[in-house]
T-cell receptor, first 114, second 114 residues
Framework: DTEVTQTPKHLVMGMTNKKSLKCEQHMGHRAMYWYKQKAKKPPELMFVYSYEKLSINESVPSRFSPECPNSSLLNLHLHALQPEDSALYLC?????????????FGSGTRLTVV | KNQVEQSPQSLIILEGKNCTLQCNYTVSPFSNLRWYKQDTGRGPVSLTIMTFSENTKSNGRYTATLDADTKQSSLHITASQLSDSASYICVVSARDNYGQNFVFGPGTRLSVLP
């Protein structure tokens, strides 16, 4: 298995909703990443987990809450989002942060906030 | 400031033609340079990864070059196909005490027409 799987593929949520994005990999990777990508822009790093510990939080608003329950799973909990948070959310994983060997992106979740 | 620039911003070519995309970077300390292909609404897919000592690397019809002295890279696509229509993103990795940090270019949007 050489894939990073993200679910759901599409999500529409209201500004008062609570939802979660899920990312899973079974490559034995110990670093996992969340990115936000707006249309026609490159991905922007949000969070990095290394060995299930949060190692980078790029000043992301608290309405985004990451969670890494185990080495294969990464969640992004969403609460009280704004319409400008609508974007493609990408997950990635790599063998570790030091080498970034095997860096692989998931297919993304297209989020629309209404 | 670490920065990656790409040119052209967009490109339209006819099916079967060749094209070359450019990437210039000011990233230090340089670790490696990656080219990704990203279809609209999907996650980036790795095409090539090049380290400091590599000048050329091929992946099928894709050939990447790297000149570490001038800090330039190019991606050459041979005999283009309609499925090559996508954004091509140059990503340069800088290494700090904690690991690899990716600097994304803005991408080149390629359209291949029949």
């Amino acid at each position: 298995d050489t894939e990073v799987t993200q679910t759901p593929k599409h999500l529409v949520m209201g500004m008062t909703n609570k939802k979660s994005l899920k990312c899973e990999q079974h490559m034995g990777h110990r670093a996992m990443y969340w990115y936000k990508q707006k249309a026609k822009k490159p991905p922007e790093l949000m969070f990095v987990y290394s060995y299930e510990k949060l190692s980078i939080n790029e000043s992301v608003p608290s309405r985004f809450s990451p969670e890494c329950p185990n080495s294969s799973l990464l969640n992004l909990h969403l609460h009280a989002l704004q319409p400008e948070d609508s974007a493609l959310y990408l997950c990635a994983s790599s063998q570790d942060r030091e080498t970034a060997y095997g860096y692989t992106f998931g297919s993304g979740t297209r989020l629309t906030v209404v | 400031k670490n920065q990656v620039e790409q040119s052209p911003q967009s490109l339209i070519i006819l099916e079967g033609k060749n094209c070359t995309l450019q990437c210039n970077y000011t990233v230090s300390p340089f670790s490696n340079l990656r080219w990704y292909k990203q279809d609209t609404g999907r996650g980036p897919v790795s095409l090539t990864i090049m380290t400091f000592s590599e000048n050329t690397k091929s992946n099928g019809r894709y050939t990447a070059t790297l000149d570490a002295d001038t800090k330039q890279s190019s991606l050459h696509i041979t005999a283009s196909q309609l499925s090559d229509s996508a954004s091509y993103i140059c990503v340069v990795s800088a290494r700090d005490n904690y690991g690899q940090n990716f600097v994304f270019g803005p991408g080149t949007r390629l359209s291949v027409l029949p």
